[in-house]
């Protein structure tokens, strides 16, 4: 397989059942460390040659027998700098890692966000190994916590790892479980979740289920605890579309997470339920009750099997065994 790190030239020879096909498909499929859009870019920046010559066009009809070289260039300095901060990696090799994120930290470099994050300590913490994704030497985020959920995030060091792994988390090919204390105790105790979500259209700001223009989407939850009638402890997994969904669901069937700055709006009508202190720490909790317990997928490389668990983090356990003890 190609490595998108090595400045050597890959060459590629059409063969007469290749005949006919567009170029940037042909390379793609020659070439599969590149993603047809990476490269069609360095089509486009003139780093394919036909028979030695430059050649721009993406679109061109291969014809057999003629050579073509691609040569990327090496990947540029990324644009957020390393901060070392450090990670808690339960697993690493030249192709990816799997972390254990802690709540509070922001994922990707954003206004009001441009250090501190997640992608700034990968960068410190991989150096040299990131090969280059896009042509930057940055780590290839496969998907998403949001900032104030804790727990397992698998991240690409290499193009090619970050294009199957992208691949694989589409194709839905990936455990994704979670642990959740929520307000209220779910009737029924387990069951699916399906709403299709977009941008809620009384308040842009944030997602809703929504009757269109929306986006399949499908939780399974069980409740593994109940703390008397104000709240409980469940799992949750995702059948469907990203983390952030859990959130939505979750608050559309009346079963909101506890301490959610953005889905809990008023004080929930289960707080009666839950006894001092438990009441007020859970009122009082400062993000959504939300851990991303186990991830298990096959390795985008060797194809292993890998399936990492972390425990939710001390604020979480705290809060759970002080609504356990006020039950």
């Known amino acids: 397989m190609a490595d998108p790190s090595s400045l050597t030239a890959h060459c590629c020879i059409v063969a007469p059942e290749e005949a006919g096909a567009r170029l940037d498909s042909y390379l793609a499929v020659r070439l599969p460390a590149f993603s047809r859009s990476r490269i069609k870019s360095l089509i486009l920046d003139g780093h394919v040659t036909?028979?030695?010559?430059?050649?721009?066009?993406?679109?061109?009809?291969?014809?057999p027998g003629v050579t073509y070289s691609l040569a990327p260039p090496p990947p540029v300095p990324p644009t957020p700098r390393g901060q070392d901060m450090g990670l808690t990696i339960l697993y690493e090799d030249k192709h990816l890692l799997v972390l254990n994120k802690p709540a509070g930290l922001v994922v990707h470099p954003a206004p009001g966000n441009q250090e501190g994050t997640l992608v700034n300590a990968l960068i410190a913490h991989c150096g040299t190994?990131?090969?280059?994704?896009?042509?930057?030497?940055?780590?290839?985020?496969?998907?998403?916590?949001?900032?104030?959920t804790s727990g397992l995030m698998v991240v690409a060091k290499t193009e090619a790892a970050h294009a199957k792994l992208s691949a694989i988390f589409a194709a839905r090919n990936v455990e994704r479980a979670y642990k959740a204390l929520v307000?209220?105790?779910?009737?029924?105790?387990?069951?699916?979740?399906?709403?299709d979500i977009g941008r809620d259209p009384r308040e842009r700001k944030r997602m809703a289920v929504v009757a269109r223009n929306g986006k399949h989407a499908l939780t399974r939850y069980k409740m593994v605890q109940s703390f008397g009638l104000g709240a409980a402890l469940i799992a949750c997994r995702l059948a469907t579309g990203r983390t952030h969904q859990i959130r939505v669901h979750l608050a559309?069937?009346?079963?909101?997470l506890i301490g959610d700055p953005v889905y809990l709006k008023r004080r929930p009508a289960a707080a009666k339920y839950v006894?001092?202190?438990a009441r007020s720490l859970a009122l009082d909790f400062p993000r959504q009750a939300l851990h991303a317990e186990t991830l298990g997928f096959?390795?985008?490389?060797?194809?292993?099997?890998?399936r990492f668990t972390a425990p939710p983090?001390?604020?979480?356990?705290?809060?759970e065994r002080a609504l356990l003890?006020?039950?």
């Open 50 to 63: 036909r028979g030695g010559t430059v050649t721009r066009d993406a679109s061109e009809s291969v014809q």
């Open 275 to 277: 006894a001092e202190p």
């Open 313 to 319: 983090p001390e604020d979480f356990l705290a809060l």
């Open 129 to 148: 190994s990131l090969t280059g994704i896009g042509g930057a030497a940055r780590p290839g985020i496969v998907h998403r916590l949001d900032k104030d």
């Open 252 to 256: 559309h069937i009346g079963y909101p």
């Open 183 to 195: 307000w209220g105790v779910p009737n029924p105790p387990q069951g699916e979740i399906e709403g």
């Open 325 to 327: 003890a006020c039950a």
């Open 298 to 306: 096959f390795h985008p490389i060797t194809g292993d099997e890998l």
